[in-house]
């Protein structure tokens, strides 16, 4: 049960971080200090690793409950 809440919880400060970078790589590409294209990989990358990283969080979170236990 620590894990699931740690997990969800973790995830959302995840995607809502994500989601903020979204708005900034936007920001940056409408004031041209960035191209399309670098707008569209650094959105994309960020996305990648916000989902990687937050399907990886449950198992790590559960190796250190068992170890703590």
Do not use: H, W
């Not at 740690?6 to 994500?18: G, H, K, L, P, Q």
């Amino acid at each position: 049960m620590e894990v699931i809440l740690a997990s969800v919880f973790s995830a959302i400060i995840i995607f809502i971080t994500v989601f903020f970078m979204m708005k900034v790589f936007i920001i940056a590409f409408k004031r041209n200090d960035i191209s399309l294209r670098k707008c569209i990989i650094f959105s994309t990358s960020s996305i990648v690793i916000g989902l990687l990283v937050a399907s990886v969080l449950p198992f790590g979170y559960q190796k250190i409950i068992d170890y703590i236990n």
